[in-house]
């Protein structure tokens, strides 16, 4: 599978507004948010082509009881299908696929369309949660607690078939799947990383490493064995709250805005970085206007990171200085 310049510099933009796989309203705002903050503009001044699809629609479940612990099953099994087929059609198209949340739940669609497209991929997955619970390890039967464990071959096994599930098929190895930012992770979480041998940068780590060292240990240990394309599902959350507050799960002791932006750069530089999750905005868990607006602000910043923006500045390959 091979990429060209054009693939990364053209962005296919789907709005996913979907809050059904955690309990907080708001969510669901997140896509429109982001655009209105001005992020198909700016990808545009920077030289990115952009085609954007616009927001899904999803179906109201009328009686959706939790199947065990696991709440809103069908509501999030539908979304992430039509998601799923969505990024599928982008990724055709020869775009970059941008999903913007939405909860994290529909990592499950946003990654299964991407592999069905394009085949194996490696995932750096950016959050302060690992978000790998199974069904049955999880405590709050919140599905956006869970997408890695339905995406992971090694967990297939592991994983009860819920109502409106059975088209997700694993598509990510736990050798392809690299966490950066962890620092809330629950127990039956941690048993599986270890378990599975899976590749974490914690806070911990960038703490000691530096955020340059992750990246550049992350994109060494990913293209190890053969450089397949990258999708990054970037939470919100795994920024600071001090800097990203307008966020359903909050944790102390995150990435400054430079690491996360610095992520992102890095990535792009690969040009191995083929589809982009950006979840987790959620305007009512701000306490202030400038709580929602330095959330948006920092999405949009991490997102045109991805699309070749870099902070030492940019010009067009053909710009030439003005004759007197």
Known sequence: FSFTWTDLRSAGIIGAPFSKGQPRGGVESGPDLIRAAGLLQRLQEQGCAVKDYGNLTFEEVADDEPVGRVKRARAVGGANQRLSEAVRAVKKDGHTSVMLGGDHSLAIGSIHGHSAAVGELSVVWVDAHADINTALTSTTGNIHGQPMSYLLHELHAKVPVLPNFSWVKPCVSAKDLVYIGLRDV??????????????VFSMSEVDKLGVA???EETCDYLSTRVKKPIHLSFDIDAIDPS??????????????????????EHLCQTGLLSGVDLVEVNPLRGQTE???QSTVSTAVDLLLGCFGRRREGNHPTDYRLPEP
Do not use: N, S
Not at 186 to 199: A, R
Not at 243 to 264: F, K, M
């Open 186 to 199: 629950d127990p039956g979480e941690h048993y599986i990383l270890e378990l599975l041998g899976v590749k």
């Open 213 to 215: 060292r992750v990246m």
């Open 243 to 264: 800097v990203t507050p307008a966020t359903g799960t909050p944790v102390v002791g995150g990435l400054t805005y430079r690491e996360g932006v610095y992520i992102t």
């Open 290 to 292: 400038q709580d929602v």
